[in-house]
């Protein structure tokens, strides 16, 4: 049990965190189901836990630095250091640019550019201690641009630099950074931005389904599934890099 690597996922109450999280203790890590709500996240921690696995529910807001090192602090006491790192906690505050306002703008990039840099910045010592460590980050198809995200497609864009630099700092540790660019995958997340724009939302799957080379609607296991394979250790020699889980090609 000693040697049991340790997670953090954010943003796993629910939608592609919660697969993630399910899918890395599946792969035998001990993970940290972490969300603004500790409460919220008990249902995956039990799933996990009554299929064998370790897992504790924290409650963090990702974009506040106290909280996030007293996150890691009670990771680090309950579970063990940990040293994967998948950010994916994630907010939509979609508007065109000029009804875009400041706040929108900046919770936004709090959530997704300053929540992973916190975290990542928390547990990147823990990774140079074992030699070892995974830092997945969550991006976008919208990095690319889309209509009215223009904050979103700015935060997932630089999460990609962001990735690529901590792949080069952090390297010679044996730590590895990659970023997954979902495109449309069927999460609350979709539901609630197909209310927003009026469309039902088994209208608005088929719409983005038939977007795709593959005429399918991504599932959060198909993230989960890249998740995976970037934290398994075979994956060593794979770093900064953007992997596009799009359902065909992006970039
Ligand atoms: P979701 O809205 O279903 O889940 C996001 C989770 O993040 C929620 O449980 C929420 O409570 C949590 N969260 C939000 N702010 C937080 C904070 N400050 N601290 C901690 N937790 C916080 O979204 P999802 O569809 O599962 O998306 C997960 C990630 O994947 C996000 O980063 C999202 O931008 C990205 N993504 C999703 C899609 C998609 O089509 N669903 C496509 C591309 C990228």
């Known amino acids: 049990m000693s040697t049991q690597k340790v997670a953090i996922v954010t943003g796993a109450a629910r939608g592609i965190g919660a697969a993630i999280a399910r899918r890395l203790a599946d792969d035998g890590l001990a993970v940290a189901v972490l969300d603004l709500e500790a409460q919220a996240c008990s249902p995956v921690v039990d799933e996990i836990i009554a ?7 924290v409650g963090a807001d990702v974009s506040d630095e106290d909280a996030v090192a007293t996150a890691v602090d009670q990771v680090t006491a309950e579970l063990g250091a940990p040293t994967v790192v998948v950010n994916n906690a994630g907010v939509l505050r979609d508007n065109l640019l ?23 910045r928390a547990c990147q010592r823990n990774m140079l201690d074992a030699g070892w460590g995974r830092v997945v980050n969550l991006s ?5 641009g889309n209509r009215g995200q223009v904050n979103y497609s700015a935060a997932k864009a630089g999460l990609q630099g962001f990735t690529k630099t901590v792949a080069l700092e952090l390297g010679r540790f044996g730590v590895t950074a990659n970023a997954i660019a979902p495109g ?6 979709t539901r609630e931005t197909a209310e927003r724009i ?13 977007d795709t080379a593959v005429k399918l609607a991504g599932q ?5 599934n890249a998740v995976s394979f970037f934290v398994d250790e ?11 889980v799009a359902g065909g090609p992006k970039a």
């Open 220 to 224: 959060p296991d198909d993230i989960a």
């Open 198 to 210: 009026g469309v039902p939302f088994d209208d608005f799957i088929s719409a983005c389904a038939d």
């Open 184 to 189: 449309f995958i069927e999460t609350d997340m």
């Open 140 to 144: 976008s198809t919208s990095a690319l």
């Open 98 to 120: 000029f009804k875009m306002s400041v706040s929108d703008w900046d919770t936004v990039m709090a959530v997704h550019l300053r929540g992973a840099f916190l975290m990542t």
């Open 51 to 57: 299929a064998g696995g370790r897992a504790i529910a």
């Open 234 to 244: 075979r994956a060593r020699y794979v770093s900064g890099q953007v992997l596009y």
